[in-house]
Protein backbone atom coordinates (compact mmCIF):
# COMPACT_ATOMS: atom_id res chain seq x y z
CA UNK A 1 0.00 0.00 0.00
CA UNK A 2 0.99 2.97 -1.03
CA UNK A 3 2.71 5.51 2.27
CA UNK A 4 0.61 8.25 3.47
CA UNK A 5 1.23 10.98 5.92
CA UNK A 6 -1.27 12.27 8.66
CA UNK A 7 -1.47 14.70 11.50
CA UNK A 8 -0.96 12.69 14.65
CA UNK A 9 -0.92 15.02 17.18
CA UNK A 10 -1.43 19.05 17.33
CA UNK A 11 -0.46 21.47 19.94
CA UNK A 12 -0.96 25.09 20.75
CA UNK A 13 0.59 27.58 23.38
CA UNK A 14 -0.85 31.37 24.16
CA UNK A 15 0.91 33.78 25.96
CA UNK A 16 -1.18 34.70 29.30
CA UNK A 17 -1.24 38.55 28.83
CA UNK A 18 -4.85 39.51 27.33
CA UNK A 19 -5.26 42.74 25.49
CA UNK A 20 -9.33 43.69 24.97
CA UNK A 21 -9.85 45.61 22.43
CA UNK A 22 -10.89 48.70 25.14
CA UNK A 23 -7.03 47.86 26.38
CA UNK A 24 -5.79 48.94 22.94
CA UNK A 25 -8.14 52.21 22.45
CA UNK A 26 -5.96 53.61 25.39
CA UNK A 27 -2.95 53.07 23.27
CA UNK A 28 -4.20 54.97 20.05
CA UNK A 29 -7.61 56.36 18.38
CA UNK A 30 -9.51 53.21 17.83
CA UNK A 31 -12.62 51.70 19.74
CA UNK A 32 -14.40 48.29 20.36
CA UNK A 33 -17.14 48.30 18.15
CA UNK A 34 -14.72 49.44 14.93
CA UNK A 35 -12.72 46.55 15.83
CA UNK A 36 -15.23 44.59 16.69
CA UNK A 37 -17.43 45.01 14.07
CA UNK A 38 -15.13 44.53 11.06
CA UNK A 39 -13.10 41.68 12.38
CA UNK A 40 -14.84 39.89 15.04
CA UNK A 41 -11.95 40.33 17.42
CA UNK A 42 -12.55 41.11 21.28
CA UNK A 43 -9.16 40.09 22.67
CA UNK A 44 -5.81 38.95 21.79
CA UNK A 45 -2.77 38.06 23.73
CA UNK A 46 0.75 39.65 23.94
CA UNK A 47 3.94 38.08 25.32
CA UNK A 48 4.79 38.89 29.07
CA UNK A 49 7.95 40.79 28.43
CA UNK A 50 10.45 41.53 25.96
CA UNK A 51 12.77 38.68 24.85
CA UNK A 52 10.16 35.93 24.38
CA UNK A 53 10.56 35.09 20.87
CA UNK A 54 8.36 32.80 18.85
CA UNK A 55 10.44 30.06 19.32
CA UNK A 56 10.15 30.03 22.98
CA UNK A 57 5.98 30.28 22.09
CA UNK A 58 6.78 27.35 20.03
CA UNK A 59 8.06 24.94 22.80
CA UNK A 60 4.89 23.85 24.76
CA UNK A 61 3.20 23.82 21.41
CA UNK A 62 5.59 21.45 19.85
CA UNK A 63 5.78 19.69 23.30
CA UNK A 64 1.99 19.26 23.21
CA UNK A 65 1.96 17.87 19.53
CA UNK A 66 4.35 15.32 20.10
CA UNK A 67 2.59 13.82 23.25
CA UNK A 68 -0.86 14.07 21.55
CA UNK A 69 1.16 11.89 18.96
CA UNK A 70 1.99 9.49 21.42
CA UNK A 71 5.50 9.98 20.33
CA UNK A 72 8.77 10.67 22.21
CA UNK A 73 10.67 14.08 21.14
CA UNK A 74 13.27 11.94 20.34
CA UNK A 75 11.28 10.44 17.22
CA UNK A 76 11.06 13.96 15.68
CA UNK A 77 13.03 13.57 12.60
CA UNK A 78 12.70 16.93 11.19
CA UNK A 79 11.32 20.18 12.06
CA UNK A 80 9.75 23.14 9.61
CA UNK A 81 8.91 26.71 11.36
CA UNK A 82 6.59 28.51 9.48
CA UNK A 83 6.95 31.88 10.96
CA UNK A 84 6.87 35.59 9.28
CA UNK A 85 7.88 37.22 13.18
CA UNK A 86 11.32 34.83 13.69
CA UNK A 87 12.84 35.55 16.59
CA UNK A 88 16.02 37.18 14.68
CA UNK A 89 16.40 37.68 11.15
CA UNK A 90 18.86 34.44 10.81
CA UNK A 91 19.33 31.85 11.61
CA UNK A 92 16.01 30.44 11.70
CA UNK A 93 13.75 30.46 14.62
CA UNK A 94 13.85 26.72 13.52
CA UNK A 95 17.03 26.08 14.60
CA UNK A 96 16.41 28.24 18.05
CA UNK A 97 13.76 25.79 18.75
CA UNK A 98 15.53 22.48 17.96
CA UNK A 99 18.10 23.55 20.44
CA UNK A 100 15.70 24.38 23.01
CA UNK A 101 13.53 21.05 22.57
CA UNK A 102 16.93 19.04 22.51
CA UNK A 103 16.98 17.95 18.71
CA UNK A 104 21.09 18.79 18.48
CA UNK A 105 21.50 17.14 14.28
CA UNK A 106 17.87 17.46 13.39
CA UNK A 107 16.98 19.43 10.04
CA UNK A 108 15.21 22.61 11.04
CA UNK A 109 13.83 24.55 7.85
CA UNK A 110 11.84 28.10 8.27
CA UNK A 111 9.07 28.77 6.10
CA UNK A 112 8.26 32.31 5.24
CA UNK A 113 5.12 32.27 3.50
CA UNK A 114 3.10 34.59 6.20
CA UNK A 115 -0.52 33.24 6.71
CA UNK A 116 -0.21 29.70 4.60
CA UNK A 117 3.07 28.95 6.05
CA UNK A 118 1.08 25.95 8.16
CA UNK A 119 -0.12 24.52 5.15
CA UNK A 120 3.19 25.22 2.45
CA UNK A 121 5.00 23.39 5.73
CA UNK A 122 2.29 20.92 6.04
CA UNK A 123 2.82 19.87 2.10
CA UNK A 124 6.52 20.00 2.94
CA UNK A 125 5.86 17.60 5.94
CA UNK A 126 3.41 15.67 3.53
CA UNK A 127 6.28 14.93 0.92
CA UNK A 128 8.67 13.94 3.45
CA UNK A 129 6.78 11.42 5.01
CA UNK A 130 5.07 10.02 1.71
CA UNK A 131 8.98 9.62 0.23
CA UNK A 132 10.46 8.38 3.27
CA UNK A 133 12.51 10.94 3.85
CA UNK A 134 11.82 11.82 7.44
CA UNK A 135 9.45 9.68 10.02
CA UNK A 136 7.95 12.09 12.07
CA UNK A 137 8.19 15.64 10.82
CA UNK A 138 7.39 18.38 13.94
CA UNK A 139 5.28 21.28 12.16
CA UNK A 140 5.53 24.32 13.72
CA UNK A 141 3.39 28.03 13.29
CA UNK A 142 4.15 30.55 15.73
CA UNK A 143 4.13 34.10 15.57
CA UNK A 144 5.83 37.10 18.16
CA UNK A 145 3.46 40.03 16.24
CA UNK A 146 2.99 42.24 19.44
CA UNK A 147 6.44 43.74 19.10
CA UNK A 148 6.42 44.65 15.64
CA UNK A 149 3.43 46.65 15.19
CA UNK A 150 2.68 50.37 15.68
CA UNK A 151 0.17 51.46 18.79
CA UNK A 152 -0.46 55.09 17.03
CA UNK A 153 -3.02 56.52 14.86
CA UNK A 154 -0.68 55.67 11.45
CA UNK A 155 -0.38 51.88 12.76
CA UNK A 156 -4.15 51.06 13.73
CA UNK A 157 -5.31 49.36 10.77
CA UNK A 158 -2.52 46.74 11.41
CA UNK A 159 -2.05 46.94 14.95
CA UNK A 160 -5.71 45.91 15.68
CA UNK A 161 -5.55 42.65 13.86
CA UNK A 162 -2.62 40.55 15.28
CA UNK A 163 -1.89 38.77 18.16
CA UNK A 164 0.98 36.02 19.20
CA UNK A 165 0.35 32.61 19.73
CA UNK A 166 1.57 29.10 18.68
CA UNK A 167 0.11 25.92 16.99
CA UNK A 168 1.82 22.56 16.10
CA UNK A 169 1.53 19.47 14.37
CA UNK A 170 3.67 15.74 14.33
CA UNK A 171 3.04 14.83 10.68
CA UNK A 172 3.86 10.97 10.56
CA UNK A 173 2.83 7.49 8.72
CA UNK A 174 -1.07 6.75 8.64
CA UNK A 175 -1.44 3.92 10.57
CA UNK A 176 -5.27 3.72 9.81
CA UNK A 177 -6.40 3.07 6.04
CA UNK A 178 -8.93 5.96 5.71
CA UNK A 179 -6.46 8.27 7.80
CA UNK A 180 -4.41 10.99 6.06
CA UNK A 181 -3.56 14.00 4.63
CA UNK A 182 -5.68 13.12 1.16
CA UNK A 183 -5.21 16.45 -1.12
CA UNK A 184 -3.14 19.98 -0.45
CA UNK A 185 -2.78 22.57 -2.91
CA UNK A 186 -0.70 25.47 -3.05
CA UNK A 187 -0.61 29.36 -4.77
CA UNK A 188 1.40 32.24 -4.77
CA UNK A 189 0.65 35.63 -6.54
CA UNK A 190 3.46 38.14 -6.37
CA UNK A 191 1.07 40.59 -8.04
CA UNK A 192 0.04 41.04 -4.62
CA UNK A 193 3.49 41.55 -2.86
CA UNK A 194 3.37 45.35 -2.11
CA UNK A 195 -0.56 44.93 -0.97
CA UNK A 196 0.61 43.35 2.23
CA UNK A 197 4.04 43.63 3.51
CA UNK A 198 7.49 45.19 5.82
CA UNK A 199 9.26 46.92 3.61
CA UNK A 200 12.95 47.46 5.56
CA UNK A 201 15.64 46.38 6.93
CA UNK A 202 15.79 45.52 3.12
CA UNK A 203 19.06 44.25 1.75
CA UNK A 204 18.32 45.75 -1.54
CA UNK A 205 18.54 49.64 -0.27
CA UNK A 206 22.26 50.62 0.99
CA UNK A 207 21.94 50.61 3.88
CA UNK A 208 19.23 48.46 4.67
CA UNK A 209 17.51 50.65 7.50
CA UNK A 210 18.09 54.46 8.30
CA UNK A 211 16.92 57.02 10.60
CA UNK A 212 14.27 58.26 7.89
CA UNK A 213 13.21 54.58 6.90
CA UNK A 214 12.20 54.37 10.99
CA UNK A 215 10.98 58.17 10.97
CA UNK A 216 8.62 56.88 8.04
CA UNK A 217 7.15 53.79 9.84
CA UNK A 218 8.98 51.48 7.05
CA UNK A 219 9.97 49.02 9.48
CA UNK A 220 6.19 48.38 10.35
CA UNK A 221 3.82 46.40 7.92
CA UNK A 222 1.65 48.13 6.18
CA UNK A 223 -1.37 46.38 4.26
CA UNK A 224 -3.75 47.68 1.46
CA UNK A 225 -6.52 45.87 3.74
CA UNK A 226 -9.96 46.16 0.83
CA UNK A 227 -7.44 43.89 -1.42
CA UNK A 228 -6.53 41.89 0.74
CA UNK A 229 -10.26 40.94 1.93
CA UNK A 230 -11.58 40.61 -1.62
CA UNK A 231 -8.27 38.51 -2.65
CA UNK A 232 -9.01 35.92 0.09
CA UNK A 233 -12.90 35.88 0.22
CA UNK A 234 -12.13 34.66 -3.68
CA UNK A 235 -9.03 32.73 -3.18
CA UNK A 236 -10.12 31.04 -0.51
CA UNK A 237 -13.44 29.58 -1.42
CA UNK A 238 -11.51 28.56 -4.63
CA UNK A 239 -9.05 26.49 -3.73
CA UNK A 240 -11.20 24.52 -0.91
CA UNK A 241 -13.69 23.76 -3.52
CA UNK A 242 -10.57 22.40 -5.43
CA UNK A 243 -9.16 19.97 -2.61
CA UNK A 244 -12.64 19.01 -1.44
CA UNK A 245 -13.07 17.76 -4.71
CA UNK A 246 -9.64 16.38 -5.03
CA UNK A 247 -10.41 13.86 -2.02
CA UNK A 248 -12.89 12.71 -3.66
CA UNK A 249 -15.10 14.11 -1.37
CA UNK A 250 -17.96 16.71 -1.01
CA UNK A 251 -18.78 19.74 0.44
CA UNK A 252 -21.49 17.48 2.70
CA UNK A 253 -19.01 15.00 3.92
CA UNK A 254 -16.51 17.57 5.83
CA UNK A 255 -16.80 17.26 9.10
CA UNK A 256 -14.81 20.69 10.28
CA UNK A 257 -13.53 23.68 8.54
CA UNK A 258 -10.38 25.22 10.06
CA UNK A 259 -10.12 28.15 8.06
CA UNK A 260 -6.98 30.86 8.79
CA UNK A 261 -8.03 33.50 11.46
CA UNK A 262 -7.60 37.01 9.58
CA UNK A 263 -11.05 38.33 9.61
CA UNK A 264 -14.51 36.76 11.02
CA UNK A 265 -16.24 38.27 7.91
CA UNK A 266 -13.73 36.71 5.55
CA UNK A 267 -14.38 33.10 7.32
CA UNK A 268 -17.99 33.66 7.38
CA UNK A 269 -17.87 34.57 3.49
CA UNK A 270 -16.02 31.34 2.78
CA UNK A 271 -17.93 29.43 4.77
CA UNK A 272 -21.79 30.56 2.99
CA UNK A 273 -19.71 30.11 -0.26
CA UNK A 274 -18.88 26.59 0.30
CA UNK A 275 -22.11 25.92 2.34
CA UNK A 276 -20.57 24.97 5.44
CA UNK A 277 -23.15 25.43 7.73
CA UNK A 278 -21.92 27.79 11.13
CA UNK A 279 -21.15 24.96 13.30
CA UNK A 280 -18.68 22.80 11.34
CA UNK A 281 -16.72 26.49 11.12
CA UNK A 282 -13.82 26.65 13.79
CA UNK A 283 -13.66 30.62 15.00
CA UNK A 284 -10.89 32.11 17.48
CA UNK A 285 -10.24 34.86 15.77
CA UNK A 286 -12.41 36.82 18.62
CA UNK A 287 -9.63 35.75 21.75
CA UNK A 288 -6.69 35.67 19.59
CA UNK A 289 -6.73 37.67 16.40
CA UNK A 290 -4.92 36.69 13.76
CA UNK A 291 -1.87 34.77 14.31
CA UNK A 292 -0.89 34.30 10.67
CA UNK A 293 1.16 30.71 10.68
CA UNK A 294 -0.12 29.80 13.95
CA UNK A 295 -3.89 29.95 13.23
CA UNK A 296 -4.88 26.51 11.54
CA UNK A 297 -2.45 24.74 14.25
CA UNK A 298 -4.21 26.81 17.05
CA UNK A 299 -7.48 25.80 16.13
CA UNK A 300 -6.86 22.11 14.99
CA UNK A 301 -5.44 21.49 18.28
CA UNK A 302 -8.31 23.53 20.20
CA UNK A 303 -11.09 21.78 18.67
CA UNK A 304 -9.18 18.29 18.73
CA UNK A 305 -9.07 18.53 22.46
CA UNK A 306 -12.32 19.78 23.12
CA UNK A 307 -13.95 16.81 21.09
CA UNK A 308 -15.09 18.62 18.33
CA UNK A 309 -13.30 16.79 16.47
CA UNK A 310 -11.16 13.53 16.62
CA UNK A 311 -10.04 10.07 15.00
CA UNK A 312 -11.69 9.74 11.44
CA UNK A 313 -12.51 13.76 11.12
CA UNK A 314 -12.72 15.08 7.48
CA UNK A 315 -10.82 18.75 8.29
CA UNK A 316 -10.63 20.87 5.54
CA UNK A 317 -8.35 23.88 5.65
CA UNK A 318 -7.68 26.92 3.92
CA UNK A 319 -5.55 30.27 4.26
CA UNK A 320 -4.57 33.55 2.44
CA UNK A 321 -1.99 35.85 3.28
CA UNK A 322 1.04 37.66 2.43
CA UNK A 323 2.63 37.33 -0.59
CA UNK A 324 -0.23 36.93 -2.15
CA UNK A 325 0.11 33.16 -0.61
CA UNK A 326 -2.57 30.97 -0.48
CA UNK A 327 -3.60 27.52 -0.12
CA UNK A 328 -6.05 24.70 1.13
CA UNK A 329 -6.02 20.71 2.29
CA UNK A 330 -8.12 17.84 3.77
CA UNK A 331 -6.66 15.40 5.98
CA UNK A 332 -8.67 12.77 7.86
CA UNK A 333 -7.55 12.84 11.89
O1 LIG B 1 -3.93 37.44 7.40
C1 LIG B 1 -4.18 37.98 6.14
C2 LIG B 1 -4.02 39.42 6.11
N1 LIG B 1 -5.07 40.28 6.49
C3 LIG B 1 -6.36 40.26 6.05
O2 LIG B 1 -6.85 39.32 5.48
C4 LIG B 1 -7.16 41.50 6.34
C5 LIG B 1 -8.15 41.80 5.26
N2 LIG B 1 -8.77 43.11 5.41
C6 LIG B 1 -9.60 43.43 6.42
O3 LIG B 1 -9.90 42.61 7.26
C7 LIG B 1 -10.19 44.84 6.44
O4 LIG B 1 -9.81 45.54 5.27
C8 LIG B 1 -9.76 45.65 7.70
C9 LIG B 1 -10.49 45.08 8.91
C10 LIG B 1 -8.27 45.57 7.91
C11 LIG B 1 -10.15 47.13 7.53
O5 LIG B 1 -11.52 47.27 7.29
P1 LIG B 1 -12.05 48.26 6.15
O6 LIG B 1 -13.51 48.22 6.23
O7 LIG B 1 -11.40 47.84 4.88
O8 LIG B 1 -11.55 49.65 6.67
P2 LIG B 1 -10.61 50.71 5.95
O9 LIG B 1 -9.20 50.27 5.99
O10 LIG B 1 -11.17 51.11 4.64
O11 LIG B 1 -10.75 51.93 6.93
C12 LIG B 1 -11.98 52.61 7.12
C13 LIG B 1 -11.78 53.80 8.05
C14 LIG B 1 -10.63 54.70 7.62
O12 LIG B 1 -11.01 56.02 7.90
P3 LIG B 1 -11.59 56.99 6.73
O13 LIG B 1 -10.48 57.06 5.71
O14 LIG B 1 -12.82 56.30 6.23
O15 LIG B 1 -11.84 58.25 7.45
C15 LIG B 1 -9.49 54.31 8.51
O16 LIG B 1 -8.57 55.35 8.74
O17 LIG B 1 -11.42 53.33 9.36
C16 LIG B 1 -10.21 53.97 9.79
N3 LIG B 1 -9.48 53.02 10.62
C17 LIG B 1 -9.72 52.85 11.93
N4 LIG B 1 -10.59 53.44 12.77
C18 LIG B 1 -10.60 53.03 14.04
C19 LIG B 1 -8.49 52.15 10.25
N5 LIG B 1 -8.10 51.43 11.32
C20 LIG B 1 -8.84 51.83 12.36
C21 LIG B 1 -8.91 51.45 13.71
N6 LIG B 1 -9.80 52.07 14.50
N7 LIG B 1 -8.13 50.49 14.22
Same mark, same amino acid.
Given at each position: ???????????????????????????????????????????????????????????????????????????????????????????????????? +?????????????????? +??????????????????????????????????????????????????????????????????????????????? +??????????????????????????????????????????????????????????????????????????????????????????????????????????????????????????????????????? +?
Amino acid at each position: MERRAAILGTGHYLPTKVVTNDDLSQLMPTTHEWIHQRTGIRERRFIEESGIGASDLAIPAARMAVEQAGRDMKDVDAVLFATLSPDHQFPGAGCLLIHK +LGLPGVPALDVRNQCSGF +LYSLSVADAWVRSGVYKNVLVVGAEVHSTGVEFNERGRDVAVLFGDGAGAALVGEATRPEQGILSLELHADGAGAYDLW +LEAPASKYDPRLTHEMLDAGKHFPAMNGKQVFRWAAEKMPEVAHSVVKKAGLTMAEIDMLVPHQANMRINQMVAAKLGIPEEKVVHNIEVYGNTTAATIPIGLSESWRSGKIGPGSKVLMAAFGAGFTWGGAVAV +L
